[in-house]
């Protein structure tokens, strides 16, 4: 087994194997240069601006398994950039076949031209790929919402238990955050876009060109009908405006936060203490044979571990576009591309371990219900401070604004001393203030989880048609 | 006077003094904080909730400057967040007017609620203005582009000079970048939203206070009255999603990107050796009495300052985010506040910066002139041999594919042997290929600059009319 | 109450209020400028280049109180750097007491010098103060370690349980991480450096200025006792060379992410349903009148906000460092201030409350056993395999290689049936194999935390004497 | 051709195909793995606690390219990390040769002891190369620096120009920070660690296998040896401690920020209209066949590229320690491994190509001295004035502290009237305040280095011997 100086995805298992990997792979990306390159001659044929004889072999040799993409990296550092050597070795290959077509291929466009408009459609492609696993995310999450839409669960704020709420309504919450990067997402891919300007962005020699073939197609034109051919926007050049690359790095840093967010959530929920989740179970994964009491919460390890790396690699994106000078930058375009990629492979790789692991999460009522247990009536005194605050002040018991005071003492006081606040209330609270049933309800955390089941309904419709389509 | 333990920017001359940092100021988002506290009263007030009467000490505590700002910053720590050492003030305040009133305030709310609300009114208020100025920079920088549409410049690449071009077509893309980015906040700031849920986020206290008023509003009516008048938009509650959030804080970074890029290029057109650009002139600016040749780039150099800053800021930001779990995270929303106020902050002032930047730009076109003739006619070979390559082979002179080789030694031989190209072609080309006349013109650089016009003109009225809204 | 434009720290409590952020203020900074600016001139005046009776005034004037930070900070932006505004001020007010003296100030330095050198005073004074409060924090943390060598306590992988140890033995890495990260900034404060080359860092104008003053000390001579007046090293100019800023920032980072391990794991410990710790209580911290059985753990989120926060300030102060250029940099240099104040006081804060926190740290040893005795048996099942698995080859009952998947199959069994391990291995283990005593034995988890307690000897001791000085 | 979802480094010729990307292949960290296996297999051996004739296969089996690195990766999925497909892999292959044997491997290791200890490795080795390199690139600017010692060159400040120096004065600063950061490299390498400590870092299990084997060696005693073995430091377990980890990416970083200011500083040079430097040449590079003229500072670009990548390599490191929790965390480690190989990888690259630029860069001297002219005696005004004002005030021409004042405005006008300064000067001065002589040489810039040149040699005899080492 030949060992090649290249990577794996050993020390990334948070992306490798995933199909979003493949989808922006060196290869992927390479392959979306050769299509590049070969739409824009089939474009170039029809016009008739080069012969349509030329198409079969410059179509033939547009498959990147013909090409050694190690020594395309290796001699891409000659010309700082990938598509020089691919070129060469294009073109070569094309010769091969038909020496004249060589020459008709890559005319009027320059390095930049093919780079950026092959990470748009590696964008494209990956982008699409991505969105269609977030939706049906998002469609699991609507199932596990309404499936716990009325399951006790304790919200927590801090660390601390803070009210009651069900697990339905937390999903509702995942739901929200990963179905509004989606969207944002689907809005992005519509902008993927054609980068067409040669050397400098001004296409000159694309124009010369019309200009000797005696073409009365304009520049726009063609560059209209590269774009229509490869499925993307059609702006003017933009080679020197690095915009349309931060907003579509933004949006996949937005999807890794939101996995990252739920991936946090379960790790928590995992712990043997806690006890209220159990990643979905599949063979061979995080068992410890040394420990066979562990459960290794592996998908949320590594959804976590690709959310903590995406900020930095959007902030790598954002710096090479900062350092952006002039018609193309002396290293700040360059430092956008293994940014970029990473930033996709491990935000998608995130999303589609979050679909594994929503898909198959496993829930324990009974853990959910024993936590919100542990405080008991404590949870509810919010509602019981402001119910009889008023009636203490209104009865002439306490001054005014003294009602809520005097509650949280012998709230205070049940937690010194260690005594049940009900029966303590009602002897300490004036006669006739309230009953016992009144306040057993009042004190019932169950009764108190206000919106929460109408939020699980709202959030879930307001996603359930989009996530379908 | 007294020095306090605070910054005055003193370290950050990027955004000091700045009109965003104003906006931005820990002033102006207590007093956003004042605001929605305020405001909430005002609705619960016109729904008959609270008493009326309590309105007239809850407005007129809510004006910012009756804190302690030093004050309120140290309490904060006590509980991890301002709003509950501010708050106390705030109802200490009401009640030295109206003690009732001070029961009227917070009613259903948390802290959060205020905070993240709070955080989006000065996300929309200096957001606002800076809309304003980036397309008050945009109306100048397409006037730029109009002025200097036909000014020939040369193009950059890597460093080099690539092809000719025009400085008003470098500056149309100075504008396609910093409208895109302006059009990406106008549309982002459209969505700054109301967070309201309560302590968990369940709406439990607001719901239960309603049932005890007897009100027949639902908390959802309520909570759109609220977003109505803050003039925010209504979403569920969000505070376990932290997309929006990060929505907003990308288009910040995107808008410094492309300050940052205008900067750069002037950075490298100031330098005496190039010459092409001067800043605006301004009293007391950039010059150095030790150095009176010296006319430092101040503006430039705090835009690009403020532009590295960024990408850091935003991450720090997605970081934050990334760390949310459960309902209210345990430090990741507090990273939140500051990096993204500082990214607002930096950003706002860098827009600014541009702005009067743009507007003042001293275009020196003779420099240009000279610069573009520096390299003569090599600018043009590319032209020369897409046009004499094929008549070469085409000949018979050399064989098929060997004509672009022959004429790039004869340009190497000119670089080699310091010749002249012109008539080294002319020696060297068979007899009766070309005139000497269409040789001139082929090699002369000033007609080669493509679209560079056309692309001014398409660009400067893509965004005339959204610059002039 | 006038409201300045200024932070008072109202969206940062992660330092708000901190001693260290006093130490870094913008007023230490200037006051650092000004201290910068009086020794020299005192160094200055000793050898006779300047003259003594101007002391007196320069002295006098070099206190901060005496100027309006606000207008320096907003002055600043006009040469875009403080010290141009602040000289100009200090100059005034020698001027007012004695004219003749202000002509002695800042001669032969630039800008940069003093900013410089001023920022590598305040990394000086704040960081000694942060080292002192390591060491305070490292013996406390030797302490707890002590204290709790032997209560059990169940360590935890990947949030599973996973063996037994002690809960001294964990706050031993504890010691372990802040004490080398403490010991870093110990030896990076040593080389806290002078900066001093004059316009251009060629020393060009002190060298004349001595010359002319007919002295016959070197610059380097002056520059020494410079550095020595303030307590500094004393290096050849590094003007251009940001190596020095990088390598003082980083240890601030280390620190940051020691403390934020504390933090992480105190956060975890003082949930609800784990309960095995409790952060120190104070008045008004963290308590919640909504939700008295709340108890934020509001030292360790703001830990944790400040050790998210530093990466990020790291990488700013990075990216400045990487766009410097020449003699100073064009807005490069600029972005190291703020950010490395900024991690200076994020982590100096979080080392002051870690050193709160793990001085006042609530331990629940029952809290911890509870946890501990959850998997029971199974928690040293890695023992009993290790020991049986041989015997069970030895012995001929199973084949070589097959004596831990016999057994790992009968823990499956107990896990899937909920069968205790113990009566199971005692049923289905050949007679004669173990006793039943041996296997109780191997099977407690108290008697499998291996080298733990030696571990919290060693680390302690390793760092007792370094704390304690 | 196969082609394989693996990255070759299409997107990133900062580091394709060089040295350092080889030593920390993902092959070299899986061969860092096995050696860390098999060397701990030979300390079992010869303490007598395994079969001496395991080792043979146990040696055999140790070699990378016996396995699929693909599969291994790909199944680092399930457990979360690459060693247990390897360890799997790797007891198979052993297996195949001595079924016994595969049974003494891995005694009492963790996953975590392997993987940390193989970065470490892989540190060390990359490290040592990149050190090696480091030393080259400094003895070459060392050779620069002499040879340019004395090369009059203008220093430049916020991109204008300051004041005269020598091209070997800049070289010698450049020198400067490479070499302190060499140095910190160096010392940090010194610190490359094992981490020893089992399951849970406790080392339980290797304790009471040691009991078990009646073994009289401890487990430190052990650990020593294997550190030994590896040429590792051996200090008490470190698993939950990431200090170390932080420590030497600090370096790197550094590193890359000292090659990116010379690429910057290469990158002015090289303009057309500065022309003081040239890349070194070299077949293939930086050339472009459509524009003869120009000649891409590629090199330049590709150690800037790496530079801005840097800071967020190394803050992703950061985020990743900053997640540390418990004994092992979920998420946070796993986000250091990507992040530290790619710093290393792109950093050492960097140090390559810098070796490469900075031996065989081009300097042209005349260059320097046009731009050096271009302000002519502009640059010494400071000297002038410096001599000039107190004459003009002590000969009582103007009043005190009006010298300067006076000759600023005569500056002004000659910039403003575009006359030259000397004759109006001497037009304008009182009589007899100065000769023409002396004000020939006042305002020569030649003769205004100050330390220049004793800074070349000071820096450069500083670093020579380390350099040669």
């Not at 995805?9 to 240069?33: H, I, K, N, R, Y």
């Not at 977030?134 to 199932?143: C, D, E, Q, R, Y």
């Not at 496993?362 to 402001?386: C, S």
């Amino acid at each position: 087994m030949r060992v090649q100086n290249v990577d794996y995805g050993v020390l990334s298992p948070a992306w490798a194997g995933s199909q979003t990997a493949a989808l922006c792979s060196d290869a992927a990306f390479c392959q979306a240069m050769l299509e590049v390159e070969r739409a824009w001659c089939h474009v170039l044929a029809e016009e008739g601006l080069i012969p349509t004889d030329h198409l079969a072999a410059i179509a033939a040799a547009a498959k990147v398994e013909l090409y050694d993409l190690g020594k395309i990296a290796a001699d891409a550092v000659g010309g700082g950039n990938p598509l020089i050597p691919l070129l060469k070795a294009y073109r070569d290959k094309v010769a091969e076949a038909n020496p004249a077509a060589a020459a008709s291929i890559h005319i009027g466009a320059t390095s930049q031209d093919i780079i950026d408009t092959a990470l748009m459609l590696v964008i494209s492609r990956a982008g699409s790929a991505v969105l269609t696993t977030v939706k049906a995310a998002a469609v699991a999450l609507i199932t596990l919402a309404h499936e716990h839409r009325d399951t006790p669960m304790v919200a927590r704020s801090l660390t601390q238990h803070s009210l009651p709420a069900t697990f339905g309504w937390r999903v509702s919450h995942w739901l929200q955050a990963l179905a509004q990067a989606g969207q944002h997402l689907e809005e992005t891919l519509k902008q993927t876009a054609l980068q067409w300007g040669g050397a400098a962005g001004t296409r000159a020699s694309l124009q010369d060109f019309l200009v000797r073939s005696g073409s009365t197609s304009s520049t726009d034109e063609l560059a209209a009908k590269l774009a229509d051919r490869l499925g993307l926007q059609n702006p003017l050049p933009w080679q020197a405006n690095r915009i349309p690359i931060l907003n579509q790095a933004n949006v996949f840093a937005q999807l890794a936060a939101a996995c990252g967010k739920i991936a946090n959530d379960v790790l928590i929920s995992v712990r043997s203490e806690n006890g209220e989740l159990g990643e979905p179970l599949a063979e061979g994964r995080g068992v410890s044979s040394a420990m066979p009491h562990k459960q290794n919460p592996v998908l949320s390890v590594l959804i976590k571990n690709g959310a903590l790396a995406a900020p930095q690699l959007l902030a790598q994106v954002y710096t090479g576009a900062v350092a952006n000078v002039e018609e193309r930058a002396d290293g700040g375009w360059h430092t956008e591309w293994e940014a970029l990629r990473g930033l996709i492979r491990t935000t998608g790789a995130a999303v589609e371990k979050t679909h594994e692991l929503v898909s198959g999460l496993r829930v324990f009522p009974e853990w959910m219900a024993d936590n919100l247990a542990r405080h008991g009536e404590l949870l509810a005194t919010e509602r019981m401070v402001a119910h009889l605050a008023p009636r203490l002040e209104e009865s002439g018991h306490v001054g005014i604004g003294q009602g809520k005071k005097q509650l949280q003492e012998l709230i205070s006081r049940s937690l010194t001393d260690s005594t049940p606040l009900k029966p303590l209330l009602l002897a300490e609270l004036p006669a006739g203030l309230i009953t016992e049933e009144e306040l057993t309800n009042l004190l019932d955390p169950s009764a108190y989880a206000g919106d929460a089941t109408k939020i699980v309904d709202d959030l879930t419709s307001t996603y359930t048609d989009w996530s379908h389509t």
